[in-house]
């Protein structure tokens, strides 16, 4: 993700009135099957009818009272995607109406995306798992204290796991209005270039001796697929994860081309700002060249497609990427933390732990960039799933707690 952890967050004041009445426009018509529409009209009424409280709210409402001017929701059901539908608008200033085809920054759901593409690179031979990180990389090295890796080679595992020991918990963006520094030059940190906003990513602590969330860490790896493949990071994952998934709305360009600009939602960011420069007069959106990390645009269909492949990949009924051996690592925690090679394992969004028993059964990641929230939740074993985008900071509660909880509500009894 960028530099935006996700805490709770309680509602905050509203958007100017404009903002407000977007969130109470129409919905795009859903996409998908008729037979869901009962389930869809139940996410959208309150929860718990009377009751206080989120619960109590209308969709409509929630997005309003957190400040959300666009949303987009996609559920898949028996390994298929069942309805995707959005709401409100991708860009209030624009006029721009949200639709299932708008594009959303996914933040650290990128992140997945990209351990795919290792380890496609792995299953193909390019590299190892559990080869030298240094010996992968060719236009970048990573420098540590000797004491810490005098037992404890960094690799690949390590650093897909965030076991690492690397450092950069995670990432701004940058205005797209300015100069973007290459990825040495945001690895090598802000003592080397003025471009850069982030300290370097070195080994701070013994690998493999505990968790801790490393956007730096990932970005190696960015660096060491274009190195291994000799091509660019971003072609690679389309051309080995995207484009054989079926992902055509998604892309991991930063910045955004302006062909593509024209559909995709403005991101608003509410911290610390008065209301009449609410919605981000600085910029669209915030870019990262830390594509690993937080540089997805993406939609929840597309989302779907790969929380799909991935599930079909783990019963051994698909093989458009990895082979079945090579998904369990995806979602195989390494007896650190709670992340496996590309997911956490273990429960419903961030804020909200799977029921008592239910834990193993569920991988997925949170996502928050500049002024974007994204939520993907997947069972190991079932074809269910949800994914959710939104394009404001505050957002929070909808996303990571609400929504979630309300969508897992319409699963049938017994499913569990």
Known sequence: MGEHRIPTLAAVAL????????????????????????????????????????????????????????????????????????????????????????????????KPVS?????????DGLFGLDDDINSILTSWKLTAEQEYLDETTVTPRLLMSMTAGTTVYGFPGYLPTGMVPTVPQVLAGSSGSALVNTLPVIVDWAPNTRYEHSG????????????????????????????????GMSCFCQPLPASLDVNAARGYEWQDRPDEHRGSAEAKWHVYPELYAAGLWTTPTDLAKFLIEVQLSLQG???????????????????????????????????????????????????????????????????????????????????FSELPTRIRGLRPSGSD
């Open 15 to 110: 958007f100017a009135c404009a903002l407000v009445a977007t969130a109470l426009a129409p919905a795009h018509p859903a996409v998908g099957r008729a037979q869901y529409a009962g389930d869809i009209a139940r996410i959208e009424a309150p929860r718990e009818p009377g009751s206080d409280g989120l619960a109590g709210m209308t969709l409509a409402e929630l997005m309003q009272e957190l400040d959300t001017p666009a949303l987009s929701i996609a559920v898949v059901r028996d390994f298929e995607i069942a309805w995707a539908k959005a709401y409100g608008q991708a860009d209030v200033e624009a006029g721009l109406r949200a639709t299932s085809e708008t594009l959303f920054q996914a933040a650290s759901i990128s």
């Open 115 to 123: 351990a795919m593409a290792v380890l496609k690179a792995v299953q």
């Open 216 to 247: 730096g860490g990932v970005t190696i790896l960015q660096l060491a697929i274009a190195d291994a493949a000799g091509t660019p990071f971003a072609q690679f994952v389309k051309d080995h994860v995207l484009d054989p998934i079926g992902m």
């Open 317 to 399: 009924r698909s093989n458009e990427v990895l082979t079945r051996e090579t998904t369990r690592k995806m979602v195989t925690q390494g007896g650190i933390g709670h992340y496996a090679l590309g997911f956490t394992v273990g429960s419903l969004s961030p804020h909200v732990p799977a029921p008592a028993g239910e834990a193993p059964q569920y991988f997925g990641h949170a996502g928050g960039n500049w002024g974007f929230r994204s939520n993907l939740v997947a069972h190991l074993e079932e074809g269910y799933g949800f994914v959710i985008m939104a394009n404001a900071d505050s957002s929070n509660p909808l996303v």
